[in-house]
């Protein structure tokens, strides 16, 4: 038996351990099931700020007056939270897979195919950050079953026009094709969020960040975030301004994304706001602004669109 790894425990001996530990886990019952569907280990996260807080940490036992079904409206905000963000990411993405297409294909209709006619970092390092974007890109294409690639494979031989390509693409290879991009195309492009090439490739990279949290059920509301975004001089987007101290945060985070919905008319651009508003303000332990969100935020004008 392994002696380097925690014990395996019951879902009936993990509900005991919270018992144990101090937390009102209800009908055991009920604890039990909820450990059986989300795991123990995923509501860990959640009940971490209800921990008792020491000179050397986090303890393991739990504030007095802490219950399991309080760390259940924290899971079932960020659940809310989670699919609000992914579903207001899905508009920008489209929107920047159809300008960064539409720019790039009246450079050339396979400009993509060719690094020759796209940006200098498309040849640096003798071009080996492009030829994995590439082999990335052709795995994408020979695996896809859309019918528009299936036609594209009988009539062209496999070579999709740039504007279709997009189509083909993840968020994260999407961000590099900008990236190789040449400088007047990234400028259109960027324009169209009111932002700088620069600027739009750092929010970018933020807010992959923020999709892979989300679409991999991880824990959003009070994450700190590992990537800053670069943000224009204080006084053109006075909006962002405000949020300039939390961007590690999740509220700064929004507010990037918020922005780009609401420069562009793209999605639903109340769907985030909806989602903050949710936020259960009866768990007096953890508050909103543990999410870098302030108590004024609603009378921004990001967020009264």
């Not at 392994?2 to 019951?10: G, I, M, P």
């Not at 659940?79 to 294909?105: C, N, Q, Y």
């Not at 006619?117 to 080996?128: E, F, I, M, V």
């Not at 494979?153 to 990236?179: C, H, N, Q, T």
Request: aromatic content about 10%; some cysteine.
């Amino acid at each position: 038996m392994s002696t380097d790894v925690k014990e395996f425990k019951s879902y009936e001996a993990l509900a005991d351990v919270l018992a144990d530990r101090g937390m009102d886990i209800g009908h055991r019952e009920d604890a039990v099931a909820r450990l059986r569907d989300i795991s123990y280990y995923r509501l860990s996260g959640y009940w971490y700020p209800f921990r008792r807080q020491t000179r050397n940490g986090r303890s393991d036992a739990f504030y007095k007056g802490t219950t399991l079904a309080d760390v259940m409206k924290l899971y079932q905000f960020d659940a809310i939270l989670r699919t609000a963000t992914f579903d207001a990411l899905g508009p920008v993405e489209l929107r920047l897979r159809t300008s960064l297409g539409h720019e790039l294909g009246s450079v050339d209709e396979c400009v993509h195919l060719r690094p020759g006619l796209l940006g200098p970092r498309a040849r640096a390092r003798n071009g080996a950050d492009y030829t994995r974007w590439l082999q990335t890109y052709e795995n994408e294409r020979s695996r896809s079953r859309e019918d528009f690639v299936a036609h594209h494979d009988r009539k062209y031989g496999g070579r999709l026009p740039v504007w279709v390509a997009v189509e083909i693409l993840d968020w994260g290879s999407l961000m590099y094709l900008f990236g190789f991009s040449p400088r007047d195309v990234q400028d259109t492009v960027a324009a169209e969020f009111a932002l700088s090439a620069p600027q739009l490739e750092s929010w970018l990279r933020c807010l992959n960040f923020v999709r892979n949290v989300c679409a991999h059920h991880g824990r959003l509301f009070n994450r700190v975030h590992p990537l800053q975004p670069r943000l224009p001089v204080r006084g053109l987007i006075p909006a962002i301004d405000e949020a300039r101290g939390v961007m590690n945060r999740t509220y700064g985070q929004l507010c990037l994304l918020q922005h780009m919905l609401s420069r562009t008319g793209s999605g639903r651009s109340r769907v985030l706001a909806s989602a903050l508003r949710s936020f259960p303000t009866d768990v007096p332990t953890v508050p909103l602004s543990h999410t870098g969100t302030p108590a004024d935020w609603q009378s921004s004008p990001l967020w009264k669109t």
